[in-house]
């Protein structure tokens, strides 16, 4: 069972949850139930016209032929033609049903995870990295869509098309009948032997292909970095490996589909030898009629082919648990930190932002991150947080935004604790320029808009203006596109169209986490400018690696190793002669001016 458990990269030892993954199946079909029951219907009737013709074949041959009946010979005739057709529409209508209902289910299905993954916090998306996600969605999907649309109700055809055909031919002879199902076993094993040996390898086949997608995406998007270090060769011999692999697996698992088709096609032939040989003697007989042995060599098909299903159907299902387990393990997935009951609404804020006896940890048994960290930040100034990589700055923005909480201490808005207040509302006052940038493919002006069309362009054009940006504005127009994850622009014009971006909302507060990348010394000066003049008048986070942004803040936090070192004004440090003014000798006596 297990086997057909880790064709993602799932822990192979892991416990599916039947009960739930069942339930959870099962909430995708009632909602499409009329659907659903519509395709039953059309089932009925096309398996009825299906399983129609032998018995009509039977007619002409036992009864118009030797009655030498010519108009119900050609009457029979016409039910066949008839019976064909209807067949085939009714059929077509059962087709269609079910490739609407199943697109349906898929639709929502998507909708609903995504709508469930973006609500889902950062822990989340630490765990599961977003190629894999990708994948993961896609794949699974597509296994319940053949679940939906063509196993669920397959099933139900199988069984009845096998008990009707069995019936009938039990009704005109149990002895012929009881001897032909003597071969059921024997058809039994071999598609279950077979489909098993192919399906595992179809797994692996599965497997190395989201292998070989993974390994070209990462390298395509390392392409520069491959070329400078020579590593072309070594890679395209790597990729060829993993190519060598899937190859291999592939035809070991074409070759097994092979044997069992020409496996089962024997089936047939030697079946209706055997009808011949036996029935035939009764025939001679007379104790069976040649009606009845005609009537048998159409309806063994149809004896065997649910037979030759059932495994199939069992291995689809049985992916179908699998991929139900993995999307109820995301759907079930709570983010961490969700709003209380009755929420706290911020609307304006008052006094400031506190942190007060702060401690923070990623994991139980990692260190601490942060250790005792408290300061105070009143409305309307500014406060920056200096220190070396790693010391713990980053953290500070996310408990800020509540991305993570604190393991001990307080956070506190307004006297209000943060985890009494509504996430949303959090986030309507705060405003945040990440250190990794994102911009999204579109125009600059999108991009500054969060690629909201509702936001109108003056408050764009405000936006430039408030933070003095008209001049940059007008040498990149708002009309550039952006390429794929900003790759057209450098690492400094990012910032700045960053830093635009956060300003567009006009957020009460705002966070700007410096990127560590560096930029030239004109842009330098156009943010530090732009910084000034915000510094000045709202309230701000400002995290920053060059210190020229930050003189003018109202107060300065030294970070390091999760501890506030210095705090007070830039005079102020740098009178003292500690860490921060040793910093500061160290970046501007390397970077004189
Ligand atoms: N999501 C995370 N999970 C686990 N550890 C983390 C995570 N983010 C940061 N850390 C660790 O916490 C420490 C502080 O990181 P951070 O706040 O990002 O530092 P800074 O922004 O000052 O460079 C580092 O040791 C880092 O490795
Ligand atoms: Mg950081």
């Keep these: 069972m297990h086997g057909f458990g880790n064709d993602d990269g799932q822990d192979p030892k892991e416990k599916i949850n039947y009960k739930a993954t069942f339930r959870l199946l099962v909430g995708f079909i009632l909602p499409e139930k009329r659907g659903f029951a519509a395709a039953f219907a059309w089932l009925l009737l096309s398996t009825a016209f299906n399983l129609l013709t032998p018995l009509i074949a039977k007619h002409i041959i036992d009864k118009a032929i030797p009655a030498a009946d010519a108009r119900q010979l050609a009457f029979a005739v016409g039910a066949l033609f008839m019976n064909s057709l209807l067949f085939l529409v009714t059929n077509y209508f059962l087709r269609m049903r079910l490739v609407k209902t199943g697109q349906q289910i898929m639709t929502d299905l998507k909708k609903r995870m995504l709508a469930h993954m973006l609500s889902l916090d950062l822990p989340f998306y630490a765990e599961f990295p977003v190629g894999r996600l990708n994948a993961r969605v896609q794949a699974d999907t597509s296994t319940l869509y053949a679940l939906f649309t063509n196993t669920t109700v397959n099933i139900f055809r199988d069984i009845l098309m096998f008990f009707v055909t069995f019936g009938v031919m039990f009704y005109f002879s149990p002895k012929l009948t009881l001897m032909l199902c003597s071969v059921l076993p024997f058809v039994l094993v071999i598609s279950t032997v077979f489909l098993r040996k192919s399906s595992t390898l179809f797994i692996t086949v599965r497997k190395l ?166 300061f105070k930040l009143p409305k309307g100034k500014s406060l920056a947080i200096v220190g070396e990589t790693g010391g713990g700055k980053t953290t500070v923005t996310n408990l800020l935004f509540k991305f993570y909480s604190p393991d001990k201490g307080k956070i506190l808005i307004d006297g209000a604790d943060l985890s009494a207040i509504s996430l949303k509302s959090l986030r309507t006052s705060i405003g945040l320029v990440q250190q990794d940038i994102y911009l999204f493919p579109g125009t600059i002006m999108q991009n500054l808009k969060l690629m909201d069309d509702a936001i109108p362009d003056a408050m764009v054009h405000d936006a430039i203006k408030t933070v003095g940006l008209e001049h940059f504005f007008k040498k990149h127009g708002l009309n550039k596109h952006i390429t794929e994850k900003g790759a057209n622009l450098s690492a400094g014009e990012k910032q700045v169209i960053a830093l635009a971006r956060a300003m567009v909302l006009n957020q009460e507060v705002l966070v700007f986490d410096e990127a560590t990348s560096h930029i030239d010394p004109y842009t330098e000066r156009l943010i530090n400018a732009a910084m000034a003049r915000l510094l000045s008048r709202r309230t701000m986070i400002v995290i920053a690696h060059r210190l020229s942004t930050i003189r003018n803040a109202d107060n300065i936090l030294l970070v390091s190793e999760g501890e506030i070192k210095e705090s007070g004004t830039h005079a102020e440090l740098l009178a003292r002669g500690g860490v921060y003014s040793k910093f500061y000798k160290l970046q501007f006596g390397e970077e004189p001016r």
Excluded at 335 to 345: E, L, M, S, T, Y
């Design 209 to 374: 292909a989201s292998e070989i997608s993974g390994f070209l995406t990462e390298h395509l998007n390392a392409a520069g970095l491959l070329q400078a270090f020579n590593r072309e060769r070594m890679t395209e011999a790597r990729l060829e490996d993993i190519n060598k692999r899937k190859f291999d697996a592939e035809l070991r698992a074409e070759l097994m589909m092979i044997i069992f088709f020409l496996s089962i096609i024997l089936v047939s032939p030697i079946s209706i030898a055997l009808i011949l040989g036996v029935g035939g003697g009764w025939a001679i007989q007379g104790t069976m009629t040649i009606g009845t042995l005609i009537m048998f060599i159409l309806y063994i098909d149809k004896l065997f082919e649910p037979i030759f299903s059932i495994s199939e159907h069992v291995s689809v299902i049985q992916r179908s648990f699998s991929a139900g387990h993995r999307i109820h393990k995301i759907l079930e997935r709570r983010p961490g930190i969700v709003d209380p009951p009755a929420p706290h609404f911020i609307h304006a804020i008052k006094d400031g932002i506190e942190f007060r006896n702060v401690w923070m940890r990623y994991a139980e048994d990692s260190p601490w991150v942060l250790k005792d960290v408290s």
